[in-house]
């Protein structure tokens, strides 16, 4: 099994490279025959990549220490869905996971109707497919032997040891590897010197099924945090966070700048430009969460492979920009300057400038502390203070403009008309702001910033509304059957606005949390009880229960709101026999305004105990506002796609491109 395993890896590098080969070789030749050959070079490549992935599983559910891997991230107590989860939990197994997924995204791209860009695509995914096995093969070998069989493993880290861990890191992935799809059709436009939008229309799902993937990815990291690691939030700015958040920003500009080329035939620099920062931003995560040269609880032990990751970047960097360069000409002979200060494609530009200084700022945060280090010798750490100053008066930037862009039509509008259109909103969210005021709110940043909110939710409804009307107008339809009707004939313009009302949703969370919450640290003995907000919660007793490999240690706190009883709330400590740190299980309570949100700290004896206690405003308006981003990225994925794609055939006669 060893052997097969350790196989399969040295046969995904000689399928890469075989598929790399015939693939440049059919494009030189034009040889229909070598492009088929190199369909069949992918196909085994998947077959390698789901040989060693499938073997991997099977050796961390069934307990063979004699692994390396295994020994070091399952033992025989884990429970099977963690055993398997540990497959993406270290270096040597979340690279081959990297690996079989792209390796499934090449076998689709290579399957699907053949377009002229279909060899040159296929020849940067085997790229990368060579990299990524070559890296497992030579550096860490997820079917490494270990000197002496252990009578157990290590196991998983505690911490490690949720549901999220099952979901968070196998849809960040997905978002990360997807975006290699957009980068290999646009370095195919490159190679081919065709400058139409060909390549943005065939990799739209891609990229906005990547997008999602990163979307659900961060909101699932932040509630593990939240429930997990007991500080009370959900998103820290750490290093590994920021790595996932810059190619969300970047692919968000994307999404939108691209409309401007299918529409306009504008901006198609611009757009080279994000899909190359996009997919350079995922190399650039990995190379932070492998290299070591950042702390952070997510991030990978150093085992050099920040070095290699370092390297490649650098290649496909320079690989990209040589194709930039080369096609320079063509490129910018092909573009259309915006004609309006004032109209909407005018408001998607500035959109994505206030995105790409987001993706700047938390750049410069996260790599702030190498700068320092390498030229003073002293590692000046940037923390969220930094962040959410520098952050802060960018989504408000961001949020006011979403509130006025969809009244914004295309080529050229007019400001009156457009202020007409959003008079009622403005209205609204002004009015909004004098009550909080009024009621003795405090922060005038935070009333702001959630008046803005507001606004932009309630320009987008409107706009929906008003569509509605007009439809039931024409029709004849009730309500339900004119809204289902309106968003299934225009699902990308509709699924937009949904995802923008679901941002709205989810950044009046993070403003309320942020600004208004409420912390107690409290030492109370046996029967006492304190108060925070409108609950007062009392300790009614101390216990300790045997589970399997742990010890669960949890205080039973009762909790009455307002005067009304409600159900007790259980903070735990769990100790692992074969871990040296206890877990943290946060006891959260929530409503649809506000969590309840509590963490046994210590004890000194079990009529004696700390714990901390907070109340978090509006933090399930997050949660809400991403399940409805992600309704409206699915309803904008079933739209229709319109292609111009060329036939492979014609392959054969653009072979002169890359000579």
């Not at 409805?628 to 796609?641: D, E, P, T, Y």
């Amino acid at each position: 099994m060893y052997i097969i395993g350790n196989l399969s890896l040295i046969l995904g590098i000689v399928l890469s490279a075989y598929t790399l080969a015939a693939t440049i070789a059919g494009v030189r030749k034009g040889s229909a025959q070598w492009l088929e050959s190199a369909r069949g070079g992918i196909i085994g490549t998947f077959i390698a990549a789901l040989t060693a992935s499938a073997l991997l599983l099977y050796f961390l559910g069934t307990g063979h220490f004699e692994f390396t891997y295994v020994a070091s991230y399952t033992n025989r107590t884990l429970p099977l869905i963690y055993k398997l989860s540990a497959f993406w939990a270290g270096n040597a197994g979340s690279l081959l996971f990297w690996t079989l997924l792209l390796s499934i995204y090449t076998a689709i791209i290579g399957f699907a109707k053949k377009t002229a860009y279909t060899p040159y695509t296929l020849a940067v995914l085997s790229l990368n497919l060579l990299f990524f096995f070559t890296v497992m093969i030579t550096l860490v070998n997820p079917f490494e032997l270990s000197d002496t069989i252990p009578a157990d493993g290590n196991g998983l880290n505690p911490m490690l040891q949720n549901p999220g861990m099952v979901i968070h890191p196998v849809t960040l992935y997905l978002g990360y590897v997807g975006l290699a799809v957009p980068f290999a059709f646009a370095m195919a436009s490159l190679m081919l010197k065709n400058m139409d939008s060909d390549w943005l229309r065939l990799t739209r799902k891609w990229t906005l099924t990547a997008w999602m993937f990163l979307t659900a990815g961060n909101l699932i990291g932040a509630w593990w945090a939240y429930v997990e690691l007991g500080w009370g939030g959900y998103w820290a700015w750490d290093p590994v966070e920021n790595a996932s958040f810059m190619p969300w920003l970047t692919v968000s500009a994307l999404l939108h700048s691209v409309m401007i080329q299918e529409r306009k035939n504008m901006l198609r620099k611009w757009n080279l430009f994000l899909v190359i920062l996009s997919y350079g931003l995922t190399l650039f995560g990995t190379f932070l969460v492998r290299s070591g040269i950042l702390t952070s609880v997510h991030a990978f032990a150093d085992s050099g492979l920040g070095t290699y990751f370092f390297i490649f970047l650098a290649f496909m960097a320079l690989f990209a920009a040589y194709l930039v360069v080369s096609r320079y000409g063509l490129i910018r002979s092909k573009s259309v300057p915006v004609s309006a200060y004032f109209s909407k494609e005018s408001s998607f530009l500035l959109n994505n400038y206030i995105l790409l200084a987001a993706a700047f700022a938390v750049f410069w945060g996260t790599v702030f502390p190498l700068i320092s280090e390498t030229l003073t010798g002293t590692k000046i750490n940037t923390g969220a203070p930094y962040f959410n100053k520098v952050m802060a008066p960018i989504l408000l930037a961001l949020i006011l403009l979403m509130a006025v862009c969809p009244v914004i039509p295309w080529q050229k509008a007019s400001l009156a008309r457009s202020l007409k259109q959003v008079r009622w909103p403005l209205a609204l969210s002004a009015l909004f702001a004098a009550f909080l005021a009024g009621s003795g709110v405090e922060g005038t940043f935070a009333i702001i910033g959630i008046s803005a909110c507001i606004f932009m939710l309630a320009t987008h409804t409107a706009e929906i509304a008003r569509a509605v009307q007009a439809r039931k107008k024409a029709t004849a339809e009730n309500t339900v059957i004119a809204t289902v009707k309106l968003f299934a004939k225009n699902k990308r313009r509709y699924g937009g606005y949904l995802v923008h009302l679901g941002i709205g949703v989810l950044a009046v969370g993070i403003i309320s949390s942020q600004a208004y919450p409420l912390e107690i640290i409290k030492t109370i003995e046996k029967g006492e009880s304190f108060s925070i907000g409108g609950y007062e919660l009392t300790f009614n007793s101390f216990n300790k229960v045997k589970q399997g490999d742990r010890d669960v240690i949890f205080a039973e706190m009762g909790v009455m709101y307002n005067g009304r009883k409600l159900a007790p709330v259980l903070p735990e400590k769990i100790y692992y026999d074969n871990w040296s740190e206890p877990s943290t299980e946060v006891a959260v309570k929530s409503r649809w305004n506000e969590d309840l949100y509590v963490v046994l700290s210590s004890w000194e004896t079990k009529n004696k105990i700390t714990v901390l206690a907070r109340v978090n405003p509006f933090i399930s308006w997050i949660w809400t506002g991403g399940y409805i981003m992600l309704a409206g990225i699915l309803i904008a994925l079933s739209g229709k796609r319109r292609t111009n794609g060329k036939s492979v055939v014609q392959v054969v006669t653009e072979g002169e491109a890359v000579r």
